[in-house]
């Protein structure tokens, strides 16, 4: 395993720019270590230090002066706070000014004709900006294991949860730069070409002829300035309100939705099995603050094999008629659509006769790209996606009040009722037309490496296993994987009773890529909150898109550096298993055949001729043909059993027997025409 610091030198030196900028992280390493004996001869005074250090001129360049006795120690730590002071300040002065570059760049460009030819400037820009994030990401991780490593060596002045707080005051941090990639979008957007047909659809597709496929991605936060950037260029990003301004832009927008289930779970249950019919029901709203407006939309599942689409409905309501509705007692307005009227019933009827109650609640910010013209190719990016328990309970003093159907956001939340997924999740919804292929420009996204793609991975469905384990029969197959233990840890009680639960073994071929070995410093992933829970505020939290550690001040941790690639898993259908043992059979009935032939024409010899070449060579290709088929199964068995994320399939078993047939009954004739040749 390569040490972190000759993967920083390595990065910095591959760096478009001088290498200076980035962290000593070596020097303060080796300065940390000098300090390690000093500290060890004699206990350290209590508070004989503040962490409240004055800035230093030239803090780079002072030694280790050794002092009286009574002050070696003290002045010694003084010089390494002092020199982390100045690394930050230099990290954030140059990362700063390069997104400013970036900025200067994209008015110029937007500034120019549209017919003007700027690709190579647009994608300069572009490459521009994934730079400062990628040494952005760089260094802040680079400082945490410093901060780590320092708490280790020194456990008798910790400073890392002090530094932590500082870091995310920082402008490189605190501040949101996603109005830049809006902006790049739209440049794209503007001068982008007449779409070929080789490109892909265009037009509206026939809502009659068209297969929709969707698709879940998990993406690490390093990997997700480059994914918004890859899916920009070719598909805008809907931005609310229209209007991009420097620093006020989001390229998100806040979504919440409160899921209702039973107090059996029984929804829950339905989408996880993905019954025929199985039923989400869910209230939504957007933006931030109380909702104005709430969606209740309704998901019906149907088997794609049948014909059928899964189908999702939708109405709105006022927020006030919402515990009506939960009640059962909603009259929806005569000015309503007749199909939203009979949904509105049909929803309620659902809710009364399955006692239904809000359950779970995702919050995440959600960015959105789609053509204007087409609906061929729809994207959605969620980043700091956070699940709520919203079961209420008597004996709960951190229950919603009586009448409210979701959490007060001015109340705190304990640590086991909220989880915080560390993942962006992609979401990719393809309506091609049976003549149509996947578009160009998404193949080298997909096989980029940055996406973890998840079968049928669902918020609700994690939310309710993560924060509900004791009421749950059955998990999803996703909370195995070994990077969402730390934020499946962190939520409490309820995730340390789902990590105690007996796994099955991993796979040898979902182990992490090397590439994945460091999660990202930023965005997605949770910091560890108190073991009493968050004393935060849940509306400070999410409503700005701010350092998820704010969240938590008393959280002296992050989870970020030991997150691992998720390993990707195939769902498993039990007819798999059905269609190995069927194709095994397959193979066995022809491997009997070849056998069945060599024996006839054995039976016709007398021992020497063809004809006896032919009965052994038939009997040796049923034998062969037999033990691959028995090889093909155990192969097939295997790799269904461990959902390995590869081929299934035996793509080229079919075409060698087709060979081999060939060749033999080939042999057979070339060697009968020269022997009637021979008589002749």
């Not at 969707?214 to 070719?234: G, M, P, Q």
Request: overall charge positive.
């Amino acid at each position: 395993m390569v040490a972190f610091g000759k993967k920083l030198a390595a990065a910095a030196a591959e760096a478009p720019f001088d290498a200076a900028h980035y962290l000593d992280y070596e020097s303060l390493k080796a300065l940390l270590y000098d300090l390690q004996p000093l500290h060890l001869r004699a206990p350290v005074a209590e508070n004989a230090l503040s962490l409240a250090v004055a800035p230093a001129t030239n803090a780079a360049a002072m030694p280790l002066a050794p002092l009286a006795e009574g002050e070696t120690r003290t002045r010694g730590h003084e010089v390494f706070l002092e020199r982390m002071d100045a690394e930050l300040r230099k990290m954030d002065a140059f990362a700063h000014e390069r997104v400013v570059a970036v900025r200067r760049e994209v008015r110029a460009l937007e500034a120019l004709d549209a017919g003007a030819d700027v690709g190579a400037r647009l994608q300069a820009a572009g490459d521009a900006f994934l730079e400062v994030e990628r040494y952005v990401n760089l260094n802040v991780t680079a400082v945490r294991k410093l901060l780590k490593k320092h708490d280790k060596v020194l456990p008798e002045r910790p400073c890392a949860a002090f530094y932590t707080a500082r870091m995310h005051d920082m402008r490189w941090v605190r501040n949101d730069y996603s109005d830049v990639v809006v902006r790049l979008s739209r440049l794209y957007a503007a001068r982008a070409p007449a779409a070929a047909p080789a490109d892909g659809p265009r037009g509206v597709v026939d809502e009659r002829s068209f297969v929709r496929a969707t698709t879940k991605y998990w993406v690490r936060s390093d990997d997700l300035s480059a994914v918004k950037l890859a899916i920009s260029r070719h598909l805008p990003v809907l931005v609310s309100g229209g209007r991009v301004t420097e620093g006020e832009s989001k390229d998100s927008q806040l979504v919440n939705s409160v899921y209702l289930d039973s107090p059996s779970l029984e929804l829950y249950h339905g989408r996880l099995a993905k019954l025929p019919g199985a039923v989400a029901l869910r209230l939504r709203w957007y933006g931030t603050g109380e909702p104005e407006e709430v969606f209740v939309e309704r998901k019906t599942h149907r088997d794609a094999w049948t014909g059928d689409a899964s189908v999702k409905e939708r109405f709105r309501v006022l927020p006030g008629d919402v515990p009506r509705l939960l009640r059962a007692e909603y009259e929806p307005p005569a000015d309503l659509p007749a199909a939203e009227r009979r949904l509105a019933r049909e929803v309620q009827r659902l809710v009364s006769t399955k006692r239904l109650v809000p359950t779970v609640r995702s919050q995440c910010h959600r960015t959105a790209f789609q053509l204007a013209h087409t609906n061929a190719v729809r994207a959605s990016i969620d980043t700091n996606l956070c699940l709520i328990n919203e079961v209420q309970r008597e004996d709960d003093d951190h229950a919603p009040e009586q009448g409210r159907w979701y959490r007060d956001a001015a109340r705190s939340i304990p640590s086991s009722d909220l989880t915080r997924f560390p993942f962006a999740v992609l979401e990719l919804k393809l309506a091609l037309a049976e003549a149509d292929d996947l578009p160009a420009w998404l193949r080298p996204v997909l096989a980029s490496g940055a996406l973890a793609p998840v079968h049928k991975f669902s918020k609700f469905v994690h939310g309710c296993a993560v924060l509900l384990p004791d009421e749950v029969q059955a998990m999803p197959y996703w909370v195995d994987d070994p990077a969402l233990a730390p934020s499946i840890r962190a939520t409490g009680a309820s995730g340390a009773s789902l990590l105690r639960r007996p796994s099955p073994p991993r796979p040898r071929a979902a182990r992490p890529s090397s590439a994945w070995g460091d999660a990202s410093p930023r965005g997605g992933a949770p910091p560890r909150p108190r073991a009493q829970g968050c004393g935060a505020h849940f509306a400070d939290c999410w409503v700005a898109p701010r350092a998820l550690a704010d969240c938590c001040p008393g959280g002296d941790g992050d989870l970020r550096g030991v997150l691992e690639k998720p390993f990707a898993r195939q769902k498993i259908e039990p007819k798999l298993h059905f269609a190995n043992e069927r194709t095994f059979v397959h193979w066995l009935h022809a491997a009997a055949l070849l056998a069945a032939f060599g024996a006839g024409a054995g039976a016709r010899t007398d021992g020497s001729g063809r004809a006896t070449a032919y009965a052994c060579g038939l009997g040796a290709g049923a034998a062969a043909l037999a033990w691959y088929a028995a090889l093909t199964y155990r192969w097939r068995g295997a790799r269904i059993a461990a959902r390995a994320p590869a081929e299934w399939g035996d793509p080229h078993g079919p075409l060698v027997l087709g060979v081999a047939v060939v060749s033999f009954l080939a042999t057979a004739w070339c060697a009968e025409v020269r022997a009637w040749l021979a008589r002749a």
